[in-house]
């Protein structure tokens, strides 16, 4: 890989006051360690989809680790100061501020109050607000999700009017 990759990756990294000492080399093993224990941890908790209903706090425990994992890795990467700046942007602050809370108070509800609905209802929350943040990172990509949702839902309207007319 080119050295203007690295150059990319690494461009919000300044001697971050954390982590001061640990070279790009540590800091991408570490990245891709934390990912892959990120990753490992969303797989074991779509393995516990079948069993969805029965063990609904033990997938959200997993699948909200791998969260922290990921956001964990991408903090190694950066640094966590710069990584932290970035998060709390004024633009990313709304997806930052449904991504985290939506992770709380699904932990909140599985870990200290062990209520499987609310565990599920914030767990839906979760992914929407994971699906809503990965979105905003592409560009174009929230005008192109409203292009989309707006096109679907046409369709959709059309394909139930022209159901309904056949019927009636």
Known sequence: MSSSFWDSWFKEEPNDSCLPSL???????????????????????????????????????????????????FSLLWGPVSHMKHLFSPQRLPFTAAYLSSMALTLYSALVRRSTILTLLFAICEVAALLWYTVSYIPGGVTGLKFLSKLCGKVTSKSVEKGLSGVV
């Open 23 to 73: 070279s790009r080399k540590q800091r991408v093993v570490g990245f891709l360690t934390l990912l892959f224990a990120g990753g490992a941890c969303f797989g074991l908790s779509f393995l516990l989809l079948p069993i969805l209903v029965l063990r609904v706090r033990k997938f959200v425990a997993l699948f909200t680790l791998g969260s922290v994992l990921t956001l964990g890795s």
